[in-house]
């Protein structure tokens, strides 16, 4: 078999095509998943669906850019229903295993204790009460994550306002728990701006009685 | 058309408060009683709206249009 410099050139002009068009499908696809778990949440059907619309928007700018770099007309072949179910389909199978093994993952880092990041107050009614958040009525988060510094868990775990503590405790009664589920990214509200989010939260209606174990003052 | 709701300020601890008021069909914004008014988005994204018309119950990230201060809560359908 012969094979010419042309010969080899095209195929060097093959890849190079189809790894630009890969590489902007990719981006184009991450961005898309960012954004749909922003607004619709990091639960189940949210992840599956921002992975169904991620993947539509990922085929869709595949051919878009496999069009450019062909120089065919940009919008042949875009639209193409059998197309978008299949990259829907696909999108949607791996966003859903992600989570799942995603949840795998956040199980395993359950070390035995808990972590909430805390205010001078907080602290105080938890000394006084031996409960989270002194025993208020409302939602009670706390997560695996073990942060140092205050800047990180506040963008990681989304929280209104900056921590001065990092509490790690047992829950000795038996509160019904939620999660974990990863902290959905805050791009809203504009003010005061954006959180980076993707931490691990658990969360729970009842009161949290605990046995505190280490105050941390975070840098 | 309003509905009325109980909104608990559960983060930060300090800012802690029971407030009462009333929101927009689709829960995104808040009028309490004494003029306050609360940008609202569902703490766990869009999707958890449907635990808000399942059961009148609703985690929200709030954020004050006059201060400009960000608050977590729960809001609750009073009948």
Known sequence: MKITLDSHISI????????????????????????????????????????????????????????????????????????????????????????????????????????????????????????????????????????????????RLALPDVPRYRIDFQIVNHPRLSGPQRVQLWIWPLRPGFRAGFGVEYWTADPVKIRLLEIKILE | MATRVKAIVTEPFDAYEIMKGEVTDIPLLLKTEDGRVFSLFPHHGLLDLINWFRKGRLVVDMADKRSGSLLRGTIERLQ
């Open chain 1, 12 to 155: 060097s002009c093959t890849v190079g095509k189809a790894a630009v068009a890969g590489a902007v499908a990719g981006a184009v696809g991450v961005a898309t998943f960012g954004l749909g778990t922003a607004v619709l949440g990091t639960g189940a059907a949210a992840t599956v669906a921002s992975g169904a619309v991620s993947g539509v928007a990922a085929g869709q700018a595949s051919i878009v850019m496999e069009n450019i770099l062909t120089g065919q007309e940009v919008t042949a072949g875009l639209g193409e229903p059998g197309d978008i179910a299949q990259d829907a389909f696909v999108g949607a199978a791996l966003a859903g295993v992600g989570r799942s093994i995603d949840i795998v993952r956040m199980r395993a880092r359950y070390s035995g204790y808990y972590s909430r990041y805390i205010s001078e107050g907080e602290l105080q009614a938890i000394k006084r009460t031996g409960l989270l958040r002194g025993g208020r009525s409302g939602e009670t988060y706390f997560t695996t994550d073990h942060f140092v510094t205050a800047k990180e868990s506040t963008s």
